[in-house]
């Protein structure tokens, strides 16, 4: 039937109580074994919410056309400075842009960017923080392609996009010349494409030169 878009799924909104208290005991267990034991396990419970919930949206997003083309991240600095170098690539696409620092849309022309929080590996609180804002801006955009060339915050994007159904990019940085990136080691299961900028570190399998940015 034409306007028909799914099931009603007004009965179906998650009762956020009852999860938390059903996870309590075993995230206390947990938590017993660490912060990042019990961190990383705060964000698989994040993940797959999120995986149920927008499932059934997605398919209506998609079929009425209202996802965005391309999400382009990369953390600021070097990383955002690659990015930049692949602009060209996304001409005449629906492409949004994301970063860390809002000042690098003005010096680069851009006339939006999405801003994440900033965060490393060294920083679990800000690392939490900025994956659930990576979670909140893929969920938003919807975005069919990833393309990053790191570090966090785009690792984050990249797994939930492609958890999402999304195709991904990984483009190394040129700066891991002796062996590739922790992030981009992370990210490798979850990627559609795996690029680095050293011939030597390719495979010719997961882990692929086409060139380097630089």
Known sequence: MAGEVGPDRAGEECDWARD??????????????????????????WVVEIVLQCKTERDML???????????????????????????????????????????????????????PDCNRDQVMNSLHCLWASLRLVWRLRPRVVVTTGALPGLFCLIAARLLGARTVWVDSIANSDEPS????????????????????????????RGALL
């Not at 938390?20 to 419970?45: E, L, N, T």
């Not at 209202?66 to 600021?76: E, K, P, Q, R, V």
């Not at 602009?87 to 960017?113: C, E, K, P």
């Open 182 to 209: 922790l992030s981009g080691r992370v990210a490798r299961p979850f990627t559609s494409l795996w690029l680095t900028q050293w011939p030597h570190l390719a495979d010719g399998k997961a882990m692929l030169y």
């Open 62 to 116: 998609r079929r009425a056309g209202a996802m965005t083309g391309i999400l382009a991240i990369a953390s600021g600095g070097g990383h955002w400075d690659e990015l930049m170098l692949l602009r060209s690539a996304f001409d005449g696409r629906d492409v949004v842009y994301a970063t860390t620092n809002s000042q690098l849309s003005v010096r680069d022309g851009i006339s939006h960017v999405e801003v994440l």
């Open 20 to 45: 938390v208290q059903a996870v309590m005991p075993y995230m206390a267990c947990r938590c017993k074994r660490g912060p990042f034991s019990f961190a990383r396990d705060v964000c698989k419970i």
